[in-house]
């Protein structure tokens, strides 16, 4: 499945300390075809998957406000640039129809192209992760 191989590049750009397993990740994919408040957005260029947005909806854990967050987002690289725009206001609009208050992005390290796309499309800059494997 195209979207493994995608989540699988994902994981690797990420740098994360951990394997990738595809049976969790095939998971938040096929979970997302039946929760009304999980999304899973495929890119398709001429029926070839070239991208994917995952995402839930959930209040909140410290308020009841109910924000979208953002699972992974990940588009070939060789394909970015006009898709990403269209992915993330297919997200924006899901998030505002599930009565979503804010969305939640996360770039992968220090990418400034990245940073650039979610600042000019109105996100701002709220928190860093760090991690340290044990």
């Known amino acids: 499945m195209r979207v493994l191989a995608m ?3 994902f994981h690797a750009a990420s740098e994360v300390p951990f394997p990738f397993s595809a049976p969790m990740a095939d ?3 096929r979970s997302s075809l039946d929760a009304p408040d999980q999304l899973c957005l495929v890119l398709d260029v001429d029926g070839v998957a070239l991208g994917v947005l995952a995402a839930e909806a959930q209040p909140h854990r410290f308020s009841p406000v109910k924000m979208a967050f953002e699972t992974m987002f990940w ?3 060789e394909h970015r640039g006009l898709h990403a725009r269209k992915m ?3 997200y924006e609009q899901w998030a505002r129809h599930r009565g979503c208050a804010f969305i939640h992005m996360v770039g992968l390290g220090g990418d400034p192209l990245t940073s650039r796309l979610y600042e ?3 996100y701002l ?6 991690m340290k494997p044990l």
């Open 88 to 90: 993330l206001d297919a």
């Open 120 to 122: 000019r499309s109105g």
């Open 7 to 9: 989540a699988k590049a």
């Open 75 to 77: 588009i070939d690289p």
């Open 27 to 29: 998971n938040v994919f």
């Open 125 to 130: 800059a709220v928190e860093r992760h760090f």
